[in-house]
């Protein structure tokens, strides 16, 4: 495969500071990083070229070099060739195209650059931004198969509200660290890559589709007022509508889900789509033999409601990136760890941030009769709050001395720090990547 053949060489490639390099099968691109000028070179097995006519004239005696290098067979002394020869294009590309003013201009840019904090550098939003840009706009054209405007609309409602896009940002950063992991390099967009990572693409706008899907259903269930600073779409549009157009989104990233064929693939997020269902039913019917108030009770029920997307979604990605079972129970493991962390710290902060800053109600847990951590963790240290755990907050004054105990307590404390517990076993499981 082209793929193992252009390891050896991508190396050589990318110590020039006017170029960078990414591969998968069959393809090679190379970015010329001159200013506003992002040329772009396709080399496949068809030896197919694409670049702007500044540069086109210096590849026109470097066309062997390209038949070269897309069937060249692998051995040690042909990988010797291809790194010479991959040094001597670039270098000529480089002296025919840029001046000497330019490349040391570029060269200090690059320096410069490196010098940037590592917060900057391990943004994941920049990681994958080009990616996360298109994918309101991919979802919103899986939501045209309809003919009733008014359902896409409704269905829509959350979509194109703005967020971090928490979940697929999770996906296409492991994405981007599966490939760096077994190919030793990452294209600037997965949108760059082949078929596995389109797919994978496709896979980040279903899991959107589901858990929007599923907090469309949740805002009916608990008759919620806004969501993100927007009216609700239950009190926007009727809990009927709002209950249709939940059911539409998962019926069209059921479709999408089958379009990637993948029976494994399809099979975890079908599973995902059950626990969000159980996990709903644990909260609303308790349990009647009292385990409903327990903390083992409380983490499972989290992972049906948030960690089941979350942990199903990064095995997926592993699957469709072909990554050996190892890799594929480390991103389970990670997605799982990371879903409870995530779910922790947003019952952590319906105790200590406002509405405006959530997005949504704040201190409606309390209200919803729920008991999160904070609550059961301050109940050891109060015992009185098992009463009003068991009557589901309902008598007046329960909610405002349940808050009131919690915030005396070391709830708040704990559940952060279980947290942090969790995140640190996610880091842990995919500590593999590192080698």
Known sequence: MILSRCIAFGKEINRNPSFSLSF???????????????????????????????????????????????????????TTRMMDWAGKLLNKVAKDTFSEEELSKHSSSQRNSSNTNDKQRANPFKLVESDLQNLKENISK??????????????????????????????????????????????????????????????????????????????????????????SVNLEFGNKLAILSGDFLLARASVALAKLQNHEVTRLISEVISDLVEGELMQIKPSPSGKSTSFDYYLQKTYFKTASLIANGCASIALLSNSPPELVSASTEYGRNLGIAFQLIDDLLDFTECSDTLGKQASVDLTLGLATAPVLFAREEFPELSALIARKFEQEGDVQLARSLVSKSKGLALTRKLAEDYIEKSLQSIEVLKE
């Open 24 to 78: 998968q099968p069959k393809r090679i691109i190379i970015k010329a990083n001159h200013s506003n000028n992002h040329s772009m070179l396709f080399m496949n097995n068809r030896t197919t070229i694409k670049w702007n006519e500044r540069v086109s004239s210096s590849f026109s005696s470097s066309m062997q070099t390209i038949r070269f290098i897309s069937t060249e067979q692998k051995t040690s002394n042909s």
């Open 142 to 231: 899986m939501l045209e198969h309809t003919q009733h405007p008014l359902l896409k609309t409704v269905a829509g409602y959350y979509v194109h509200l703005e967020g971090k896009r928490i979940r697929p940002l999770i996906l296409l950063v492991l994405a981007k660290a599966l490939a760096s992991h077994q190919y030793s390099t990452m294209s600037s967009s997965l949108q760059e890559m082949g078929e596995g990572e389109r797919k994978q693409l496709q896979l980040a706008e279903i899991v959107e589709m589901i858990h929007t899907a599923s907090i469309v259903h949740d805002d009916v269930i608990d008759n919620a007022v806004t969501r993100r600073g927007l009216t």
